[in-house]
């Protein structure tokens, strides 16, 4: 059975940081593209940071770049998302995404809150 669980979330004061992470089981992880998405109340799902199977293309929406950083560990079957520099912007309901060419698998997500 495939579970992707993310951890991590919380409440945080702008310009704070936090860490995200995913961990996957159930399927071949090292296979699958893996992916952070968004969704903040009242808006849609987007996609925020992406990560190829190998790592050797990482992809970031604008709004992130240079503040988050998406890794992952292929022999612990684990993807996060280092965020700095937080703005009330980013809050919102975090998950994490795998994909290949026939399937996707999503979580069931994480709340990350900015406010002071």
């Known amino acids: 059975q495939v579970h992707l669980v993310e951890s991590g979330g919380g409440l945080v004061q702008p310009g704070g940081s936090l860490r995200l992470s995913c961990a996957a089981s159930?399927?071949?992880?090292?296979?699958?593209?893996m992916n952070w998405y968004r969704q903040a109340p009242g808006k849609g799902r987007e996609l925020v940071a992406l990560i190829t199977s190998a790592g050797t293309y990482i992809n970031y929406r604008d709004s992130v770049k240079g503040r988050f950083t998406i890794s992952r560990d292929n022999a612990k079957n684990t993807v996060s998302l280092q965020m700095n520099s937080l703005k009330p912007e980013d809050t919102a309901v975090y998950y994490c995404?795998?994909?290949?060419?026939?399937?996707?698998?999503w979580g069931q997500g994480t709340q990350v809150t900015v406010s002071s």
């Open positions: 159930g399927f071949t992880f090292s296979s699958y593209r």
């Open positions: 995404k795998a994909d290949n060419s026939l399937r996707e698998y």
